[in-house]
Each structure stands twice: as structure tokens, then as C-alpha cells.
């Protein structure tokens, strides 16, 4: 390549290129999108405006998984140089930071972009089966389109700020949780605020999906804040390359550490526990972030919890709890597919399995040690998703769960779900071994593609199979778990 600017660009383009994950990813995505349509075909005679309903499902699936690309694929941008120690030898390399903040996000976005273009052809089909326009799925996808390199450039500019990936998806986290505030505080509010509000909402694709998947759509295909989005993201990669040299100017410690120097001063770590929870304590401050970790999301999902029952229940009893459980739900599932997909990757990246290879402990000991340490990791999104909207519904008089038939029926539920995080657990364990980056949203895809599909095809077989699937789930988890402990054993012996 004759220009340094594009080089490293033109080589991650051509390294995805070569991998055979990327057609995988491609094919599956396509394969998803058939099986969508047949179930809608066969579902088309109780339903209306079935291509409609078809493609809502998808397009709305699609934003749920590229804002949890942005939590974790696009975040670890350049957290993994840093992380790798790797980022010094790039910039020996004459490469200035216009050239690695190309070459290390503008490539991914490319990627997520044709993962996004490949559909549009099947799903184009949709107008085939009624109650939706080709205008419609053009202006969605151009809502996805834009949503993907802004969200894209956001996680770039957290990645650069951040010392850690698990710090960078936090603060991504964090402002799209600011965005949907303001999106809500814009319904209820009027004046300058609300079109101050309205522009900070239009950055995320849901209000405007919902707009476009209307009966009857007759807009522009790119609205204003398909603009926005535009200019945000650019804003954002302009912040970055900005101050990429006064952020990236040393790596810090290539060993594991408990967060920066002042976290340490404030959150000190405390006496390793009594053996056989030492494996337990190493996680909860080296990979976990230690008890300063636990504070903050700990607050942070109360006032989460509060805000969703206030803002989508007005604190009426009866909607009050299926929000809370929905919520709950979603918490749990992203804490714990975060620090799966950690527990393990971080021993590899640090060469580190190997030292505790030598201790007087199987690899199934240290294996289960490892997976026992995620209770640590997922301890404030239970309390504050369970046990705080539990005194809250207390306090506001309800009984619901003083019906024992309705209490039966929670128990299989909670049962039912822990059976396919049981699998999502050691599915995304393993996936942090085999591939480099990209665990956490491939584990939820599988997750929601897979649940969702089983219990469709359970429903049209009167039920058998959606009773199948935690049969199914608990199979598949001990299939994972015994080619994690084949991983970690060979990886052990590389060392």
C-alpha cells in the first residue's frame, strides 16, 4: 500500500476477509432470516400484515445486537492493543493515530456494515407477503446503517479514553442509558429542552424503527436524525483522534492490576480469602473490579430499576412487576455473558494459565473455580433487580405472588431460565477461547436467536418443543464445558 493513512485499514479489511468466521457470520444471519420467514409464512393465516411483522422483528433484533456489539466489539478497538501491550510497537511502525484509528474501528464498521447489508436482499421478500413497502426497509436499514457508525465512533472514543475494555463498554453503556433518559425526558417535556431532547434521542434507532414500521409510513427516508447520527459519529471520531496521543501515551502495567493507581487508594484490595475461594477472590478484584465495581453498579441499577418502574409503570402494581422481571432478566443476562466471556480470555492474553496450571488442582478444579467466581460478578444486578423492586412492590401494598398457582408458575420460569443461561454461560466461556474478540454478542445471538426459534417451532408442535429446550440446553452447556476444559488443558501445555 503506497499510503501509510490507509494501510493498516486495507489490512484488517483483508485479515477479515481470509477469516472463515466472517462467512459463517454471514451465512447464519441469512439462514436466521429464512427461518423468520417461514415461520412467518406458516403463521400469515391468524396474523395481518404478516411481511410487516416479519420485518419489525428483525429490524428491532438487529438494533438490540449492534448496540451489544457496541458494548463489546467496537469497544475493545484499541483497549486490546493497550491491554496486549501491543500499541507502542503500531505507533514504531510510522503509523500516526488517523491511520490506527482507521485501520482498528473504521474496519470493523465495514464488517458490521456488509453483516447488515447481506440481509437486505432476503428481506426484501417481506413485500412479498403484505403490509410493508420496500420505502420502509430501505429508510430502516438506513436507521440501522447510521446507528452502527455512530455507535461505532462512540465506542471508538470510550475505547481511546479507557485503559480497559471492560471500562470502555461501561462508559458506552452509560451513554446509551443517557440517550434513552432523554429520549423519555423529550415525551414529556416542551420548548428549546424538547428539541434539545429530541436531537439526542434521534441517536438511537428505536423510536425511529417504530415510526417507520408504522401502517401507512409515508416519510423521508433519511430523516433529520438520520443526519444526526451522521454528524455524531464523525463528532466522535474527531474527539478521538483528538486525544488519542495525550490518552495513549503509556500502556501502564502489562500485568493484570486492580484498576488505576487512585482506585486502588480508594477501594483497596482486602487479604486473600481462605483456600479453596482464593480463585474467587483473584476474579472479584483482578477481572470483576473488586468491591468499588460492586458500589457503583450496584447504584447505578437501583437507579436504573427505579427510573424503568416510574417512567413505564407510574408505579401501578399490576405492570410493575412484569417490567421489573424483564428487566431483570435482560441485567443478569448481559452481567453474566460480560464476565464469562472474560474469565478465561484474560488468563490467555496475560499468559497466566499456565502459572495456575501448577497448582495442586485439576483444570475441571480450576474450571469450576473460574465459573464459581462469576456469583461475585453478577451480585449487584441480582440485588438490584430483584431484591430492591421486591421491597419496593412490598411497600406499595402488592400480593401478586400470594396466589400459589401464580408462585408455581414463577419457579418454573426462574428454572426455566437458568437452564439456558446455564448454556449461555459455558457457550460464551468457550467462544472467549476460540475467537479473538466478538464472545459476548455472538452468546447472546445464539441465545435469543436460538430460545426464540425453539419456542416458535414448540408452539407449532403443540408445545413439545419449548418443554425440550431446557432439555436441550443443559445438553449443549456440558458440550461446551467439556471443549473449554479441552481448550484450557492445550493451552496449559503451549505455555
Request: proline share 4%; glycine share 10%; aromatic share 10%.
Amino acid at each position: 500500500m503506497s499510503s501509510p493513512l490507509l494501510a493498516l485499514f486495507v489490512r484488517s479489511l483483508r485479515a477479515d476477509a481470509r477469516v472463515k468466521l466472517t462467512y459463517a457470520a454471514r451465512a447464519g444471519l441469512v439462514a436466521v432470516v429464512a427461518v423468520f420467514m417461514v415461520l412467518t409464512v406458516l403463521a400469515s393465516g391468524w396474523t395481518g400484515a404478516p411481511g410487516l411483522q416479519f420485518f419489525r422483528s428483525i429490524a428491532f433484533i438487529q438494533a438490540v445486537f449492534i448496540t451489544l456489539a457496541g458494548c463489546s466489539y467496537f469497544a475493545s478497538a484499541i483497549t486490546e492493543e493497550k491491554e496486549e501491550q501491543t500499541l507502542g510497537l503500531l505507533r514504531m511502525t510510522q503509523l500516526d493515530p488517523l491511520s490506527i484509528l482507521l485501520g482498528k474501528s473504521t474496519g470493523r464498521l465495514c464488517g458490521a456494515l456488509l453483516l447488515i447489508a447481506v440481509q437486505f436482499p432476503f428481506t426484501l421478500l417481506a413485500v412479498t407477503l403484505g403490509g410493508i413497502t420496500a420505502g420502509q426497509i430501505v429508510s430502516a436499514y438506513l436507521a440501522l446503517g447510521a446507528y452502527t457508525f455512530f455507535l461505532c465512533n462512540l465506542a471508538l472514543l470510550a475505547s481511546v479514553l479507557a485503559s480497559r475494555t471492560g471500562l470502555a463498554a461501561t462508559l458506552v453503556g452509560i451513554s446509551l442509558v443517557g440517550l434513552g433518559l432523554l429520549s423519555n425526558a423529550a415525551a414529556g417535556s416542551s420548548g428549546p429542552w424538547q428539541e434539545v431532547a429530541e436531537g439526542f434521542s434521534s441517536l438511537l434507532p428505536f423510536q425511529r424503527l417504530a415510526e417507520v414500521l408504522a401502517t401507512g409510513f409515508a416519510g423521508p427516508l433519511a430523516p433529520p436524525g438520520f443526519w444526526i447520527s451522521l454528524l455524531a459519529g464523525l463528532a466522535c471520531f474527531f474527539l478521538a483522534w483528538l486525544v488519542f496521543d495525550r490518552c495513549c501515551a503509556s500502556e501502564g502495567d502489562a500485568a493484570p492490576s486492580a484498576g488505576p493507581r487512585w482506585w486502588r487508594r480508594r477501594f483497596p484490595v482486602s487479604r486473600a480469602w481462605p483456600w479453596p475461594r482464593a480463585m474467587a477472590w483473584k476474579d472479584f478484584h483482578f477481572i470483576h473490579g473488586g468491591r468499588g465495581a460492586v458500589y457503583l453498579k450496584l447504584a447505578a441499577y437501583v437507579v436504573l430499576v427505579i427510573l424503568n418502574v416510574w417512567s413505564s409503570t407510574g408505579f401501578q402494581v399490576q405492570s410493575a412487576l412484569s417490567s421489573v422481571i424483564g428487566l431483570a432478566i435482560l441485567i443478569i443476562t448481559a452481567e453474566l455473558g460480560f464476565a464469562a466471556s472474560r474469565i478465561f480470555s484474560v488468563e490467555k492474553r496475560e499468559r497466566t494459565w499456565s502459572g495456575l496450571a501448577l497448582l495442586p488442582l485439576t483444570v475441571e478444579d480450576l474450571h469450576r473455580a473460574k465459573l464459581a467466581s462469576l456469583h461475585h460478578a453478577v451480585l449487584p444486578a441480582f440485588l438490584a433487580t430483584l431484591v430492591v423492586p421486591a421491597l419496593i412492590l412490598i411497600c406499595l401494598g402488592t400480593y401478586a405472588l400470594s396466589d400459589l398457582i401464580g408462585a408455581v408458575f414463577l419457579l418454573l420460569g426462574i428454572g426455566y431460565a437458568g437452564t439456558l443461561l446455564h448454556f449461555f454461560v459455558h457457550f460464551t466461556a468457550w467462544l472467549s477461547l476460540l475467537l479473538p474478540r466478538g464472545a459476548l454478542p455472538i452468546g447472546i445471538a445464539v441465545l435469543f436467536v436460538g430460545t426464540l426459534l425453539g419456542m416458535m417451532i414448540g408452539m407449532l408442535l403443540f408445545g413439545v418443543g419449548v418443554l425440550l429446550l431446557p432439555v436441550f440446553a443443559i445438553i449443549f452447556a456440558k458440550v461446551c464445558r467439556d471443549k473449554t476444559l479441552a481448550l484450557l488443558g492445550e493451552l496449559a501445555a503451549e505455555e
